[in-house]
């Protein structure tokens, strides 16, 4: 029976190339294509106020909705921290990108790796909640400023308007801080490939022609290693967007749009909005992702 079976399925590749294909297509349409288009179905109701309940009449007052002072003010806020994160996390991650693929020994380089991706094989809540206890009032930052007394220094950062707050445990910096250091890894990799893959021969013949390094740099090594550092601003600008964890956390009562779509899918129960929300990251996202297309990005991932 398994020989016939065997020789059956050799006769017919696409028969095999359909049981192969089959479960994994059917999950993305089904479950993942599924589950948005149900979001994008729910955008289009709207919440009775006197009722409470969901009427399933196609409307585009939630959207709408979307267009007020406060939930523009998300929006944007969301946004502006998603993009502060991105470049902060590829400054950080370039020069320790190009350590591991130009100097690192095989050796160092394996250690490195594992020095680099180790915080992912903690939870997620507990490397925000490690976070919190670092930031507080009482934590070893505000510690280390008291100990040198430059306390004053401290709080007069957290008396900006935009970015302070009553400690960083409790700011819009802090919440800076916990997302750069939590996406730091999903940045330091893609450029560590994107660097790899730039011929060393190419940066010799930059040398020969007189180029001096800042120059070589410039216009030969960071054109080309680019694709990586758009590759990962992929992963920190998208995972910043949608995450409530943090801000929840480490925020002040100003809300982010996971936050946004938590409470009124949650505590108000006001799906259609909680679901139109959710389709501005969406609309972000993919418009980020033909961006990042274009620049050559995915060659780098």
Do not use: H
Request: proline fraction near 6%; hydrophobic fraction near 55%; include cysteine.
């Amino acid at each position: 029976m398994l020989g016939k079976l065997s020789t059956y399925l050799y006769l017919r590749p696409r028969l095999i190339l359909a049981l192969l294909l089959g479960p994994p297509m059917l999950y993305m349409f089904v479950v993942y294509l599924g589950s948005l288009f149900a979001l994008l179905l729910n955008s289009f109701y709207y919440l009775e106020e006197f009722t409470g309940l969901v009427v399933r009449e196609f409307t585009l007052q939630t959207y709408a909705k979307l267009f007020t002072p406060t939930n523009l003010g998300i929006f944007f806020r969301t946004a502006s921290m998603a993009f502060a994160v991105t470049v902060a996390d590829a400054i950080i991650a370039f020069p320790l990108a190009y350590y591991i693929a130009r100097f690192a020994p095989a050796r160092l380089k394996t250690y490195l790796y594992i020095a680099v991706t180790i915080p992912l094989w903690s939870s997620y809540l507990v490397r925000v909640y490690a976070w919190k206890l670092i930031l507080a009032k009482e934590g070893i930052v505000s510690w280390f400023f008291n100990l040198f007394g430059m306390q004053f220094i401290l709080d007069r950062i957290l008396s900006i308007p935009g970015i302070g707050g009553s400690s960083l445990s409790l700011s819009p910096l802090g919440m800076f801080i916990a997302f750069c250091y939590i996406w730091l890894p999903y940045m330091v990799v893609p450029i560590q490939t994107a660097l790899e893959r730039v011929p060393k021969s190419l940066l010799e013949a930059s040398s020969d022609l007189g180029a001096t390094p800042a120059q070589t740099f410039r216009q030969v090594l960071l054109p080309l290693a680019f694709p990586g550092v758009v590759a990962g601003s992929i992963f920190t600008f998208s995972l910043t967007l949608g995450d409530f964890i943090v801000p929840q956390v480490l925020g002040n009562s100003r809300f982010f749009i996971g936050q946004a779509v938590y409470s009124y899918q949650g505590t108000a129960g006001n799906i259609p909005l909680a679901a139109a929300f959710t389709m501005g990251p969406v609309v972000i996202m993919i418009a980020y992702l033909l961006i990042a297309r274009r620049l050559g990005a995915f060659d780098a991932l």
